[in-house]
């Protein structure tokens, strides 16, 4: 089974947390002394970096969520001079107050032997040819994806946002082996395939690696099915690196955590306690090699469990579940983050419209479908269809504009949202 990094990846359990506790001393010790906000951390409690001598002392230190990076942007949190950061990056729109990412060089050759990682777990060689089909403004790691697949050898196309027919025909013509994507460009690749009648055992694709943001359990299965291949996931956070954080080898039960540059807790979401192996509660995670943009226990809002049973694969990393499930009210549609108070920022730029509105969300097949409902005031209801159809495309647009969805507008009578939950979610219920 192919391991990239075997001296690290399979290291045993003390020898793992001896690394992670002097990776932790040195980090903690940096950031107190570059960051503002760390140095004001130790000081409220009352410690020094020297006086944590155990991983379990990290949990002296408050948790940190979005709002703290956001209202510390831009270069607050940041523990280098910006004269050492070689790359930026604006985490995805649609989540509120910007937050911008900082990387050194180091932490971008880190950042791409870690995703070199993860495409040596899926079987990825210097015989395969692999297309990433990325898109390079909602998703920072696309360039990275990028560089770790040349890291192994393989040969690379990154084809970036070029249309669907001609990455499938690309697909046909280069003989692409590998497919790295979104879970929702696989859909649309697939759909195409279905709607053009093209046979995919025409195609020379064996492995697809979704990558980024969540998926649910029995999406793998059916890319799988439908286009006869295998199926490995890639875990990563916006705010740290994604992806990057996990990956999913060949045995498929669980997706490996790089240990050995991340330091991840458990907790319950509603009390910040920290939760016991195998329990299952949100993702903390502390970065331990970062040297820009430093991390120490970052809520990612995402529920997950944690196990250290060994796996058969000879890794011995903490392995986590995939995550389909946040704390928050964070929506993920079509591979976009959002927050539901990104629609009503956009309903007041087109104004004639009520401030009550409804997302509803549903999955067909594979593909997601967000359908807006949005109160208009009743001199709208005309009897000439006209300016309703102008209303309803300018909310489309603004909404596209803001998320860079596609959504479905439904325009109702004043009042008709009154009682109603504000987010329907039925992905679940008809998966």
């Given at each position: 089974?192919?391991?990239?990094?075997?001296?690290?990846?399979?290291?045993?359990?003390?020898?793992?947390?001896?690394?992670?506790?002097?990776?932790?001393?040195?980090?903690?010790?940096?950031?107190?002394?570059?960051?503002?906000?760390?140095?004001?951390?130790?000081?409220?409690?009352?410690?020094?970096?020297?006086?944590?001598?155990?991983?379990?002392?990290?949990?002296?230190?408050?948790?940190?969520?979005?709002?703290?990076?956001?209202?510390?942007?831009?270069?607050?949190?940041?523990?280098?001079?910006?004269?050492?950061?070689?790359?930026?990056?604006?985490?995805?729109?649609?989540?509120?107050?910007?937050?911008?990412?900082?990387?050194?060089?180091?932490?971008?050759?880190?950042?791409?032997?870690?995703?070199?990682?993860?495409?040596?777990?899926?079987?990825?060689?210097?015989?395969?040819?692999?297309?990433?089909?990325?898109?390079?403004?909602?998703?920072?790691?696309a360039v990275v994806a990028h560089y770790g697949v040349e890291q192994l050898g393989a040969c690379v196309t990154p084809l970036f946002n070029?249309?669907?027919?001609?990455?499938?025909?690309?697909?046909?013509?280069?003989?692409?082996?590998?497919?790295?994507?979104?879970?929702?460009?696989?859909?649309?690749?697939?759909?195409?395939?279905?709607?053009?009648?093209?046979?995919?055992?025409?195609?020379?694709?064996?492995?697809?690696?979704?990558?980024?943001?969540?998926?649910?359990?029995?999406?793998?299965?059916?890319?799988?099915?439908?286009?006869?291949?295998?199926?490995?996931?890639?875990?990563?956070?916006?705010?740290?690196?994604?992806?990057?954080?996990?990956?999913?080898?060949?045995?498929?039960?669980?997706?490996?955590?790089?240990?050995?540059?991340?330091?991840?807790?458990?907790?319950?979401?509603e009390t910040g306690e920290t939760l016991p192996s195998g329990e299952r509660g949100e993702l903390v995670l502390t970065t331990l090699t970062?040297?820009?943009?430093?991390?120490?226990?970052?809520?990612?809002?995402?529920?997950?469990?944690?196990?250290?049973?060994?796996?058969?694969?000879?890794?011995?990393?903490?392995?986590?579940?995939?995550?389909?499930?946040?704390?928050?009210?964070?929506?993920?549609?079509?591979?976009?983050?959002?927050?539901?108070?990104?629609?009503?920022?956009?309903?007041?730029?087109?104004?004639?419209?009520?401030?009550?509105?409804?997302?509803?969300?549903?999955?067909?097949?594979?593909?997601?479908?967000?359908?807006?409902?949005?109160?208009?005031?009743?001199?709208?209801?005309?009897?000439?269809?006209?300016?309703?159809?102008?209303?309803?495309?300018?909310?489309?647009?603004?909404?596209?504009?803001?998320?860079?969805?596609?959504?479905?507008?439904?325009?109702?009578?004043?009042?008709?949202?009154?009682?109603?939950?504000?987010v329907v979610d039925l992905r679940n219920t008809n998966s």
């Open positions: 089974m192919p391991i990239l990094d075997a001296k690290h990846e399979c290291m045993s359990r003390p020898e793992l947390r001896q690394l992670q506790l002097e990776r932790l001393q040195a980090m903690l010790n940096r950031a107190a002394r570059n960051v503002t906000y760390y140095k004001e951390a130790f000081e409220r409690i009352g410690r020094l970096p020297s006086d944590f001598r155990s991983l379990d002392d990290l949990s002296l230190l408050p948790p940190i969520d979005r709002q703290t990076l956001a209202d510390n942007h831009p270069y607050g949190m940041f523990a280098v001079p910006l004269r050492e950061v070689v790359r930026l990056h604006p985490a995805h729109s649609g989540r509120g107050e910007p937050i911008v990412l900082g990387h050194t060089r180091n932490d971008v050759h880190v950042w791409t032997h870690l995703k070199a990682r993860g495409f040596a777990a899926a079987k990825i060689t210097e015989n395969d040819l692999v297309q990433v089909y990325l898109d390079h403004m909602l998703f920072p790691g070029m249309p669907i027919q001609d990455q499938v025909n690309i697909m046909i013509n280069y003989r692409t082996s590998v497919l790295v994507c979104a879970p929702t460009r696989v859909v649309h690749i697939i759909r195409y395939l279905r709607e053009n009648q093209i046979d995919p055992k025409t195609l020379f694709l064996r492995t697809v690696v979704i990558v980024g943001l969540s998926w649910s359990d029995h999406t793998p299965k059916q890319i799988e099915e439908q286009l006869q291949t295998e199926v490995y996931g890639n875990y990563g956070v916006n705010e740290i690196c994604i992806p990057g954080v996990a990956f999913e080898c060949e045995e498929k039960c669980g997706l490996h955590l790089n240990e050995d540059h991340f330091l991840a807790e458990i907790i319950d979401p970062k040297e820009a943009f430093p991390l120490i226990r970052f809520r990612t809002g995402d529920i997950t469990a944690l196990t250290e049973e060994p796996c058969a694969c000879g890794r011995t990393f903490l392995r986590m579940e995939t995550v389909n499930r946040r704390v928050d009210n964070l929506l993920v549609v079509e591979g976009v983050e959002f927050l539901p108070s990104e629609v009503g920022v956009a309903l007041k730029r087109v104004g004639r419209v009520s401030a009550d509105y409804r997302l509803i969300i549903q999955r067909e097949g594979l593909q997601d479908r967000l359908e807006v409902e949005v109160e208009i005031p009743p001199s709208l209801f005309t009897d000439t269809m006209g300016p309703l159809e102008e209303l309803r495309e300018r909310i489309e647009e603004e909404i596209f504009e803001r998320l860079r969805i596609k959504p479905i507008i439904k325009l109702v009578e004043p009042k008709s949202l009154e009682g109603k939950e504000p």
